[in-house]
């Protein structure tokens, strides 16, 4: 199965500033029908993780253009623009080639 | 919407038993996969398997979970399940139901169940 790792572990971030999560994983994510199904997700507390971007840079419906997706391969970044109180939660990106992995989680709080 | 029904506790290598139910949507949905994933603070999110219809039914779960694994698919009640048996402790995890749709040429999870945290203890 594909290993998807994420840094950092958690971080700690300003209301205002913005915030980078990184994953790697460890085979190209480009399926054989070209495209890269890489997908960002944020879990609340008590709460299903929630999408975010899906293949790579894609934003979901409703979701604020603060969050954008990069990458190509097998790295990926996730940016926020500018940290909101409302971002805090646990951030997992996820590959979507079978069978479908996580990686470890990216913990966010507001400093 | 998916509703997830079952048990909280379930005893060693008795099987644990789930359900979710669907609404505004058809299990039958031929743009549809029903999955279930499970997350645990020792293996984080993991996924388990699925059922879905493509002019005939589909089912494949993990690998890692050696053959003690089957979803299913429940028309009648627009409902799909899973089933796994025996469970030990290390299974112990929040428990989700979730829709994988394609839209266009591309796909994504955009539905989850509430989640049921079971524990496997005697």
């Known amino acids: 199965d594909t290993v998807m790792t994420q840094t950092p572990l958690s971080l700690s971030v300003t209301p205002g500033q913005p915030a980078s999560i990184s994953c790697k994983s460890s085979?190209?994510?480009?399926?054989?029908?070209?495209?890269?199904?890489l997908y960002w997700y944020l879990q609340k507390p008590g709460q299903p993780p929630q999408l975010l971007i899906y293949?790579?840079?894609s934003r979901f419906s409703g979701v604020s253009d603060r969050f954008s997706g990069s990458g190509s391969g097998t790295d990926f970044t996730l940016k926020i623009s500018r940290v909101e109180a409302e971002d805090v939660g646990v951030y997992y990106c996820?590959?979507?080639?079978?069978?479908?992995?996580f990686g470890g989680g990216t913990r966010m709080e507001i400093k | 919407q998916l509703q997830q029904s079952g048990p909280a506790l379930v005893k060693p290598s008795q099987t644990l038993s789930l359900t979710c139910s669907i609404s505004?949507?058809?299990?039958?949905?031929?743009?549809?996969?029903w999955i279930w994933i499970r997350q645990s603070p020792s293996r984080g999110l993991e996924w388990l398997g699925r059922?879905?219809?493509?002019?005939?039914?589909?089912?494949d779960s993990s690998e890692s979970l050696n053959s003690r694994i089957t979803v299913n698919p429940d028309t009648s009640k627009n409902q799909f399940s899973l089933h796994l048996n025996p469970v030990t402790p290390e299974d112990t995890a929040v428990y989700y139901c979730?829709?994988?749709?394609?839209?266009?040429?591309?796909?994504?999870?955009?539905?989850w169940g509430q989640g049921i945290p079971v524990t496997v203890s005697s």
């Open positions: 979730a829709r994988k749709t394609w839209y266009g040429n591309t796909w994504y999870i955009d539905l």
């Open positions: 505004g949507d058809s299990v039958s949905n031929n743009r549809a996969a």
């Open positions: 059922t879905y219809y493509r002019y005939k039914w589909y089912n």
């Open positions: 085979r190209s994510l480009v399926h054989t029908d070209g495209q890269t199904y």
């Open positions: 293949e790579v840079s």
């Open positions: 996820m590959q979507g080639i079978h069978p479908l992995t």
